[in-house]
């Protein structure tokens, strides 16, 4: 490959072009979000609970959601980090794309009213109940080799929990993308380095996603790359997966940002 370098005013040009774009974008997006959801996660309607799932410290867990449903992550005890992927059930190669869903919507934290995107530029899920924001879009899960500095390579890692987990659902190990690390509070500081930031975390934090077309899901708990913490402790988390509930058409997470809307209009079409 022959790399041209380009001349000085074209890159000013180009990044003039990006800064406009950015701008409108940043005009367009909502003033205010929600507030963050109350803590600790009131009590759920019976009524609605179409399954409970206790994930042990350490491991995985999969499910299927089909539209319109949510899944409740939460705590036992104390909250862990929690690790997503997500597929579209209909067509598996349709998978979470977490550079497309920071960068139209202008922001790395992901909270309640914001959305995941596919790949395909559809929606997943959407983050309708968040109580910290504190969730990782950037640095990815744990491997064995960040789990080396616990002394002990039996000890289970992110990598290694989702290659089982994508295969469970009939999926290998090219099929895992980019994971969203929840209960991660990652944040970039004045000197672009990753911080790690634990005042974000209340200890009883938890997160509602609304499915936006079938999907399935993959959960592990394992420690965080950045978690500070010397001991290999994850806790164990809830999974609830919730029955279907109206969506209004002044919902946030659908109406908050232009991309946001078009991502649910590319949902229409398909």
């Not at 922001?107 to 924001?133: I, P």
Request: hydrophobic residues 45%; charged residues 25%.
């Amino acid at each position: 490959m022959i790399h041209i370098p380009r001349a000085p005013d074209q890159i000013a040009a180009d990044r003039a072009r990006y800064e406009a774009h950015q701008k409108k974008g940043l005009e367009a997006a909502p003033k205010s979000l929600p507030s963050p959801s109350p803590v600790p996660a009131p009590a759920l309607d019976p009524a609605r609970v179409i399954g409970t799932e206790a994930i042990a410290p350490g491991w995985y867990w999969t499910t299927r959601l089909l539209k319109g449903e949510a899944l409740r992550i939460a705590p036992v005890d104390t909250t862990s980090t929690v690790a997503l992927a997500v597929w579209s059930a209909a067509d598996p190669t349709e998978r979470l794309n977490l550079p497309d869903t920071v960068k139209v919507q202008w922001t790395t934290e992901l909270g309640r009213g914001r959305v995941l995107f596919s790949d395909m530029g559809r929606v997943l899920l959407s983050v309708t109940e968040d109580s910290s924001g504190a969730h990782d879009a950037l640095t990815g899960g744990s491997t064995p080799a960040t789990n080396a500095r616990y002394g002990d390579p039996r000890l289970r890692n992110t990598r290694e929990n989702m290659v089982l987990a994508a295969a469970k659902v009939g999926l290998d190990r090219r099929d895992i993308p980019a994971l969203l690390s929840l209960f991660a509070p990652v944040r970039v500081d004045a000197a672009g380095r990753f911080a790690w930031n634990p005042a974000l975390l209340s200890g009883r934090d938890w997160v509602e996603l609304r499915a936006e077309m079938d999907v399935l899901i993959a959960l592990s708990i394992a420690p965080h790359p950045l978690d500070p913490n010397p001991a290999y402790a994850p806790r164990p988390m809830i999974a609830t997966r919730l029955a279907a509930l109206p969506v209004g058409a002044d919902d946030i997470c659908r109406a908050a940002t232009p991309e946001a809307v078009r991502g649910f209009e590319n949902n229409a079409r398909a």
